[in-house]
């Protein structure tokens, strides 16, 4: 027998209930046609309304709907006859009202934290194209940040270069070269670890990029990252790139969407609404930002092959 939840007035979670039970409290006027609904199967709760031929059966969405308006009529003139009332020591003009539990997420056991979190509904995993977006978005604005750290540390030991050359001091010159190498090498990598791992293990849990396109990290049970762990999934990345690019490619073609960083770590990368009380708010999609990025994207790339072929061109041109 189909189990079904239900939303009560104070957008509360009820249930479950069978489906003639779910139909005594419509026709009973305890629940409203644009009351939310929900069985195992379904995606997403719908109002009543809308699944009315499935709970009573073929031909009784007459009937539904005027139950909602003999309700909708008392309802209103119960409304208007009623007298608010005050609980003691409360001041109803700066009290703010108590959150209400959300109905939205299918049920399921709810585990609540700092993060938001909320278990259960479906879960919208971030697909390859919308990732590519999001790095794009990231290599750009820490790339920045990289290059200008770059320069500032590169300036320093190419003055000990030189004048270490100058002096004839080997010593200085070693010390100059590792320099350059810790400014060429250690500093971008130290930068984007941090980055990466902290924006991860953030609230948002997301960088600037994943932000931008409406996705974020957490581990395989949707809750937020650490950020050693953040640290280490930046490695596999890292390793996932010296592999051809195959372990950031996995993520096209795997069941949930994974990397080879993912895999590794026990991180999914989500719609920013999954694990949350607004599961319904996730999209499909691809989104507006993403599409304009990877178009930008696709036309730099564009241009950079154009480049190439004609600095072939030329090239030829000249030897011949």
Not at 76 to 84: N, R
Not at 238 to 246: A, K, N, P, Q
Request: aromatic share 10%; charged share 15%; hydrophobic share 50%.
């Amino acid at each position: 027998m189909t189990q079904w939840y239900y939303s009560d007035e104070e957008r509360n979670r009820q249930g479950p209930i069978d489906a003639s039970t779910l139909a005594g409290l419509h026709a009973s006027g305890r629940l409203a046609a644009d009351a939310l609904v929900w069985r195992e199967g379904m995606s997403q709760w719908q109002p009543w309304r809308t699944m009315a031929d499935e709970i009573l059966g073929p031909g009784a969405t007459a009937a539904a709907t005027e139950t909602e308006t003999a309700t909708a009529t008392a309802t209103a003139a119960t409304a208007a006859t009623a007298t608010p009332t005050v609980s003691d020591g409360m001041d109803p003009y700066n009290s703010a009202p108590a959150p209400l539990a959300s109905p939205y997420a299918p049920p399921a056991s709810t585990l609540t934290d700092l993060g938001g979190y909320q278990g259960g509904g479906e879960v919208v995993y971030a697909g390859f194209w919308k990732r590519v977006a999001a790095y794009m978005i990231d290599s750009f604005a820490v790339g920045v940040v990289s290059w200008i750290v770059q320069m500032v540390v590169m300036a320093m030991f190419f003055g000990v270069s030189a004048s270490a050359m100058t002096g004839g001091s080997a010593g200085l010159l070693a010390g100059g070269m590792m320099g350059i190498l810790i400014g060429m090498v250690i500093v971008p990598l130290a930068l984007q670890a941090v980055y990466f791992a902290a924006f991860h293990a953030s609230s948002r849990q997301a960088t600037l990029g994943k932000m931008a396109v409406g996705i974020k990290v957490t581990d395989d049970d949707g809750h937020r990252i650490s950020f050693a762990r953040g640290v280490g999934r930046y490695f596999g990345v890292v390793l996932g790139s010296l592999l051809l690019y195959v372990g950031l490619i996995m993520a096209a073609f795997t069941d949930r969407k994974r990397a080879l960083h993912d895999i590794m770590c026990s991180t999914l990368v989500v719609d920013q609404w999954a694990f949350t009380d607004h599961p319904e708010r996730q999209r499909h999609e691809l989104g507006t930002v993403a599409t304009v990025i990877l178009v930008i994207g696709g036309l730099l790339v564009l241009a950079y092959v154009a480049l190439l072929v004609l600095i072939g061109f030329m090239a030829a041109m000249g030897n011949s």
